[in-house]
């Protein structure tokens, strides 16, 4: 595995399938990606084929993790051991989510719901399956610093798996993304790691830019890296490595030159998911990214905003 200080791109449903890891990966690579989060139940029930494909990967991306959530142990074991023993290829390690606040998950007692003290039994279980089945495969976990308040038991509880990787986003819960990440909060959970678990990397999640900024937080916080999420949206190139005075790539990117990046981000899609396999309307928020900043962009975007197939994207952007 990478060595310090690692830069991840967060896992994004809808956002983060494999053509758009394979164009970060092309403008300015991280260390590791990881996929949308998948539900492992349904992907030991008859919903499988479809929802499989949103582990699909391929070789010219960067090292990825599967991200993985669920209810029921017995799945979290059986997936972990198709991931690693390669039945569904290509992955380098095993994530599971402790982080995502959608009221439907927590209602169902899983993702962040899972940091609540109550619910530590099921999470054991989860988290015990999921080892077993993934071998020597390093397992990670992502998660917040609570349910509805900070709650360093949990960081503790989840350090005594001596997980690989342990990224926690900033926030509680109860916060959602709606106020500013909390990055001091880190702290103790550095001294946990040091106690329990000095091996497990630990990332901070929340708020961070780009590179450089988390080359900042990093070295403020001591953290051994940085995941960066919507900062993607801002710019693609959030992972190159700029010098002090410089900016990223993406400032001097003109106009045809976004075009094209909305136009390869078109085709892979079509190519990845023929005959309308997944909706156009998720890269409707790419077409924000690329179709910025420059004279006429406002009325492109709300044109493509009116598009409702990627075939339909691409005539418009072939007759510009
Ligand atoms: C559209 C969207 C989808 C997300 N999907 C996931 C997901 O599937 N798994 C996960 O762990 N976090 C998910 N997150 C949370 C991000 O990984 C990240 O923790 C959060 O956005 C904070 O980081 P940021 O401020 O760098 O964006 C999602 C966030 C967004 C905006």
Not at 35 to 61: A, H, M, Y
Not at 97 to 123: D, T, W, Y
Not at 188 to 215: C, W
Request: proline share 7%.
């Amino acid at each position: 595995m990478k060595g310090d200080p690692l830069f991840f791109l967060a896992p994004m449903d809808d956002v983060t399938d494999t053509v758009f890891r394979r164009i970060v990966a092309d403008c300015a690579a991280p260390d590791y990606t990881m996929t949308e989060f998948v539900n492992v139940d349904g992907l030991c029930s008859p919903g499988r084929d479809r929802l499989i494909r949103k582990l699909d990967n391929t070789q010219d991306e960067v090292p990825v993790v599967a991200q993985i959530w669920g209810k029921k142990p017995e799945n979290f074991k059986t997936i972990a051991r198709e991931i690693a023993d390669g039945t569904i290829p290509g992955f380098s390690a095993i994530d599971i989510n402790f982080g995502c606040p959608a009221k439907s998950e927590v209602k169902a007692g899983c993702c962040s719901a899972l940091q609540q003290l109550e619910l530590r039994p099921e999470a054991a279980a989860m988290i015990e399956a999921t080892l077993e089945g993934a071998g020597n495969m390093p397992v990670s976990f992502k998660t917040r610093l609570g349910f509805d308040k900070i709650d360093y038991s949990w960081h503790e509880f989840l350090l005594g798996y001596k997980p690989w990787v342990l990224t926690v986003h900033v926030r509680t819960t109860k916060e959602m993304s709606k106020v500013p990440a909390h990055w001091e909060a880190i702290q103790p959970i550095l001294e946990l790691r040091d106690k329990i678990s000095p091996q497990t990397k630990i990332i901070m999640n929340g708020d961070i830019a780009n590179r450089k900024h988390g080359e900042e937080i990093i070295e403020k916080y001591g953290v051994d890296g940085v995941m960066i999420g919507r900062g993607i949206f801002h710019d693609p190139y959030a992972f190159a490595e700029v010098g002090p005075q410089k900016e990223s790539p993406w400032v001097s990117v003109d106009r045809d030159a976004r075009i094209e990046h909305f136009r390869r981000h078109v085709e892979l899609h079509i190519k990845q998911w023929p005959n309308n396999m997944k909706p156009f309307n998720p890269l409707k928020k790419f077409a924000k990214v690329y179709i910025s900043d420059f004279p006429g962009a406002a009325e492109l975007r709300a044109k493509v905003m009116e598009i409702e197939t990627a075939d339909e994207a691409l005539d418009l952007i072939n007759n510009l």
